[in-house]
């Protein structure tokens, strides 16, 4: 069973700042990693897959990175639209899991 | 565009049953798989179960195994759970979603809310 741990569980930052939102996997999982972005009363949102591909309309502020078991997504510099919570997924073995989530609120 | 619409959701009692349904529009239905997926109240995601583009497969978690299954009409763009013996840790919002690659879930329906509870 592949179980993804993501950290921190909270991350409180100002606009403009830069975020750096990890995930680590259990086991190998080659690059098939995505994550969504879930705002508050709303559906998740694909951001990117393949661990460092933007999905469609996605903005450039937004990457994914990978290194071995780790995944990294990162914000350049957040707009005030995006606080809300970040899940990772593994895409490796056909069960999809996603991790805990990490909150990204205004500090 | 992609729109997925879900449905059915409600109050059932424990022990229950309940059929959820997501329509697609927008989308070849019969040319991607489509996943579930549920989030109880104030929590986080759970993928609960998905199936190919014609049905030949499926797969689910197993809090769900036996209990749930998961069909699809393609020539009702429609995307189907029945779930049986429901518990109360049923209870969550149901997304529907599009999968892309049989890895990922691109597009998402707004979801419906079971609550299971006598």
């Known amino acids: 069973e592949i179980v993804l741990t993501q950290s921190p569980a909270t991350l409180s930052l100002s606009p403009g700042e830069g975020a750096t939102l990890s995930c680590r996997a259990s086991q190998s999982i080659s690059a098939f990693l995505g994550w969504y972005q879930q705002k508050p009363g709303q559906a998740p949102r694909l951001l990117i897959y393949d661990a460092n591909r933007r999905a469609t309309g996605i903005p450039a502020r937004f990457s994914g990175s990978a290194s071995g078991r780790d995944f990294i997504l990162t914000i350049s510099s957040v707009e005030p639209e995006d606080f809300a919570v970040y899940y990772c997924q593994q895409g490796s073995d056909g069960l999809f899991r996603f991790g805990q989530g990490t909150k990204l609120e205004i500090k | ?118």
């Not at chain 2, 299954?69 to 393609?74: A, E, L, Q, R, V």
Request: charged content about 20%; aromatic content about 12%.
């Open chain 2, 1 to 118: 565009q992609v729109q997925l619409v879900e449905s059915g959701g409600g109050v059932v009692q424990p022990g229950g049953s309940l059929r959820l349904s997501c329509v697609g529009t927008g989308l070849t239905f019969g040319g991607h798989g489509m996943h579930w997926v549920r989030q109880a109240p104030g929590k986080g995601l759970e993928w609960v179960t998905f199936i190919r583009y014609d049905g030949s497969d499926e797969y689910y978690a197993d809090s769900v195994k036996g209990r749930f299954t998961i069909y699809k009409d393609n020539s009702k763009n429609t995307l189907y759970l029945q779930m049986n013996s429901l518990r109360p840790e049923d209870t969550a919002m149901y997304y529907c979603a599009k999968d892309k690659a049989v890895r990922y879930l691109d597009y998402w329906g707004q979801g419906t809310l079971v609550t299971v509870s006598s």
